[in-house]
C-alpha cells in the first residue's frame, strides 16, 4: 500500500484501479471505524456464546442485562410500538461509545472526524423523515413547511436541515476538543518538565530534560474525563436526541 499525507489524515491507496471509481483513497478514520465493528462484533459474539436457560453464566448474565438496558431505554423514550428501534440504538450506542474510547489505546478516535457522526446523523434524518411522511402522508408533511404562515417556509426547512447539523457537530465537537485538549495538556506539561529539570547542573539535568516525568499522572487522571466519561455520555445525548427526534416525528 501506498501512504499518502494529506493535510492532518493518513490515506491508504489501493494499489490498482476499480471501473467507475478508479483509484479509492482508505483514510484512518476508515481504518479505525472497520477495527471498531470488529471489536463490536466480537464482543457480541464472545457475549452470546453457548446460551443457557438454567444456571447462566456472568457473562450471559452481563449480556442479558445490557439487552434489558437497551429495551428499557428505548421503549421508555419512544413506547411499546418503536421496540424495533432497540437493535438500532443499542449498535448506534455500542459503536459510539467504542469509538470514543478506542483513542486510550494510541488510535485516533473516528468520532474525531466529522464525516463518521455526519453520516449516523444523515442516517437518522432520514429515519425521522420518513416517520413524519408516514404519520402525516408526503403532502403532510410538505404542508407542515408552510405553517403557522407561508412566509415561514425558508426558515422551516433551515429548522428541518439543522437538526442532523446540530446532532453531528455537537457529538463532534466535544470529542475533538478533548483530544485537542489533552494533546495541550501533553505538550505543556512535557515543556515544563524540559524546563525544571534542565534547572539541574551536568550531565544529568541535560539526560532528565529530554524525559517528560511531569507527563505521568495528570493526564491520565484527566483522560477518566474527556475520554471516559466524555465519550459515555456523548454517546448517551446522541442516542437520547435520536429517540426522541424519531418519537415526536410519529407524532405530527
Request: charged share 10%; hydrophobic share 55%; proline share 4%.
Amino acid at each position: 500500500m501506498e501512504i499518502n499525507i494529506l493535510g492532518p489524515k493518513v490515506y491508504y491507496t489501493l494499489p490498482f484501479d476499480i471501473p467507475v471509481l478508479g483509484r479509492i483513497q482508505i483514510s484512518e478514520t476508515m481504518v479505525v471505524s472497520w477495527i471498531v465493528m470488529a471489536v463490536i462484533t466480537g464482543l457480541c459474539i464472545w457475549l452470546t456464546h453457548n446460551l443457557k436457560v438454567e444456571n447462566i453464566t456472568k457473562r450471559q448474565a452481563f449480556a442479558e442485562m445490557l439487552v434489558e438496558a437497551a429495551d428499557k431505554f428505548v421503549i421508555g423514550n419512544m413506547g411499546e410500538k418503536f421496540k424495533y428501534m432497540v437493535p438500532f440504538v443499542a449498535t448506534l450506542f455500542a459503536t459510539s461509545v467504542v469509538s470514543n474510547l478506542i483513542s486510550l489505546t494510541g488510535l485516533r478516535s473516528p468520532t474525531a472526524d466529522l464525516s463518521t457522526e455526519a453520516a449516523w446523523a444523515i442516517v437518522v434524518f432520514i429515519m425521522i423523515t420518513a416517520q413524519k411522511i408516514k404519520s402525516s402522508g408526503v403532502l403532510g408533511y410538505m404542508k407542515g413547511f408552510t405553517t403557522p404562515i407561508a412566509v415561514m417556509t425558508p426558515f422551516n426547512i433551515l429548522s428541518e436541515l439543522a437538526t442532523p447539523v446540530s446532532m453531528a457537530c455537537r457529538h463532534f465537537g466535544n470529542i475533538l476538543s478533548g483530544i485537542v485538549i489533552n494533546g495541550l495538556i501533553y505538550a505543556a506539561l512535557a515543556f515544563a518538565s524540559s524546563k525544571l529539570l534542565g534547572l539541574i547542573p551536568g550531565a544529568v539535568g541535560a539526560v532528565l530534560s529530554h524525559v517528560p516525568i511531569l507527563d505521568v499522572g495528570l493526564p491520565a487522571v484527566l483522560s477518566v474525563y474527556f475520554d471516559w466519561f466524555t465519550g459515555v455520555i456523548q454517546a448517551y445525548i446522541f442516542c437520547m436526541l435520536t429517540t426522541m427526534y424519531i418519537a415526536n416525528a410519529a407524532e405530527e
